[in-house]
């Protein structure tokens, strides 16, 4: 580690810029840093992380959008989709939670019976499950809630006995929807293509 040089990190990320890998050039210095910084409180020399000031030598990465509904008419097509759909119990309720809650899919699939409060009509989501920076969930902030009382229908349909595997209480860590106990269910692969929607008028 102490003998590689700021240069020699910078030419060989240059290269990977070269290829039209902006993102991969720009992650692969992100891991690097990490590297040195993990390795500088081990050396017994004085050492300097040399990532500093190379991400000013490198093409800005600029992160893409991901796509959206946003127009009417094809968000009540996609409506209707989910309505028609004809699948199991547990993936089409989510996909009618989705418009209605307006939460990332990763947060709807690893939804818990403990975080909910079906009485008033309020889904406590955990602040280490939220879209955060690394330092605000550190520090363990207050949970945000995701309040469904914009739409009864939601809370109605997370209580409807379709969804009571036996496992619902109020105070269980259990799933509301089993299949996503695994990370990556197969079958529930369906929630991470599902485009966000527009808050319902």
Same mark, same amino acid.
């Given at each position: 580690?102490?003998?590689?040089?700021?240069?020699?990190?910078?030419?060989?990320?240059?290269?990977?810029?070269?290829?039209?890998?902006?993102?991969?050039?720009?992650?692969?210095?992100?891991?690097?840093?990490?590297?040195?910084?993990?390795?500088?409180?081990?050396?017994?020399?004085?050492?300097?992380?040399?990532?500093?000031?190379?991400?000013?030598?490198?093409?800005?990465?600029?992160?893409?959008?991901?796509?959206?509904?946003?127009?009417?008419?094809?968000?009540?097509?996609?409506?209707?989709?989910?309505?028609?759909?004809?699948? $199991?119990?547990?993936? #089409?309720?989510?996909? !009618?939670?989705?418009?209605? +809650?307006? =939460?990332? /899919?990763?947060?709807?699939?690893?939804?818990?019976?403990?975080?909910?409060?079906?009485?008033?009509?309020?889904?406590?989501?955990?602040?280490?499950?939220?879209?955060?920076?690394?330092?605000?969930?550190?520090?363990?902030?207050?949970?945000?809630?995701?309040?469904?009382?914009?739409?009864?229908?939601?809370?109605?349909?997370?209580?409807?006995?379709?969804?009571?595997? $036996?496992?619902?209480? #109020?105070?269980?860590? !259990?799933?509301?929807?089993? +299949?996503? =106990?695994? /990370?990556?269910?197969?079958?529930?692969?369906?929630?991470?293509?599902?485009?966000?929607?527009?808050?319902?008028?």
């Amino acid at each position: 580690m102490a003998d590689i040089h700021a240069m020699e990190l910078l030419v060989a990320l240059q290269k990977v810029e070269a290829r039209g890998a902006i993102e991969t050039a720009d992650r692969v210095l992100m891991l690097a840093r990490q590297v040195w910084d993990y390795w500088l409180p081990t050396t017994t020399a004085q050492q300097r992380n040399i990532t500093d000031g190379l991400k000013k030598r490198l093409t800005p990465y600029r992160g893409k959008s991901f796509a959206a509904i946003v127009e009417p008419v094809p968000f009540g097509e996609l409506l209707r989709a989910i309505a028609a759909y004809k699948g $199991g119990v547990f993936v #089409r309720t989510a996909l !009618q939670l989705a418009p209605l +809650l307006y =939460q990332r /899919p990763g947060n709807l699939r690893q939804m818990e019976w403990a975080e909910l409060d079906l009485d008033a009509a309020l889904w406590t989501i955990p602040s280490a499950m939220m879209k955060r920076t690394k330092l605000e969930k550190e520090q363990g902030e207050a949970p945000h809630g995701a309040p469904t009382h914009a739409s009864r229908g939601a809370a109605a349909l997370i209580g409807s006995p379709v969804l009571d595997t $036996g496992a619902r209480c #109020r105070n269980s860590a !259990q799933k509301v929807f089993p +299949l996503a =106990q695994e /990370p990556r269910s197969t079958k529930f692969l369906t929630l991470w293509l599902l485009p966000v929607p527009v808050p319902l008028a």
